[in-house]
């Protein structure tokens, strides 16, 4: 998180939020989670400053939001506008003492904020479906041009029918009521790594932490 020059001394008495599972000792989880040592008063400290800085960064997101909504606005076309602010992972920040991270299927992880506006979406309200980021084409498709545009192919759903609440939405109560409970999440990346590393080692391991740097 590098922020912004003239925001490096901003929010200077912000600290970490102390969650229940923050600096936890978990014995019962994976290895490379149970075996994670407490936190010093260093790796504390280095969490609080990085927390800093990612909210230091959020300023000039909030400058680009509020240039696009104000372009919009003087447009005169603000009120005809769709806007979907979101995220594509969530984030650790000492939870399970596992530092500054996204790679598990904890909630902190697999949650994202997801912020809507535009007409027929009903200001304050939090619909409760199960949704994810592939469900966001399909849901713009359905906005522009309605729900035949939306290719049958696609792995997410449009999440009109339960986020415009006005309008004729073609199926709308058989729509939200066929709507997902779960969705399966998956993390596959650190794998693809793994033959190069055996590779470079030219021999068989099973603790990668043990190959020569």
Request: glycine letters at 8%; one cysteine or more; hydrophobic letters at 35%.
């Amino acid at each position: 998180a590098q922020p912004a020059p003239w925001y490096e001394k901003e929010f200077p008495d912000v600290t970490i939020p102390i969650t229940p599972n923050y600096n936890l000792s978990s014995p019962d989880k994976a290895q490379h989670v149970r075996q994670n040592p407490a936190f010093t008063e260093l790796a504390h400290c280095w969490e609080n400053q990085h927390f800093r800085d990612r909210w230091r960064t959020l300023l000039s997101v909030d400058e680009i939001v509020g240039a696009v909504v104000d372009k919009l606005t003087a447009a005169g076309v603000i009120d005809k506008t769709f806007i979907f602010y979101s995220s594509d992972h969530g984030y650790k920040q000492g939870q399970w003492r596992i530092g500054t991270s996204k790679q598990h299927p904890y909630e902190t992880d697999i949650r994202v904020p997801f912020l809507a506006r535009g007409p027929g979406i009903q200001a304050g309200s939090k619909p409760l479906q199960v949704t994810g980021n592939i469900d966001l084409t399909p849901t713009m498709l359905e906005l522009a041009g309605g729900a035949a545009y939306i290719p049958g192919f696609m792995d997410g759903h449009s999440m009109v029918p339960f986020l415009v609440k006005t309008g004729d939405v073609t199926g709308r109560e058989a729509r939200v009521s066929s709507w997902r409970e779960a969705m399966l999440n998956e993390y596959l990346s650190v794998g693809k790594y793994l033959p190069f590393c055996l590779n470079r080692a030219n021999r068989p391991t099973r603790n990668v932490a043990q190959l020569p740097s």
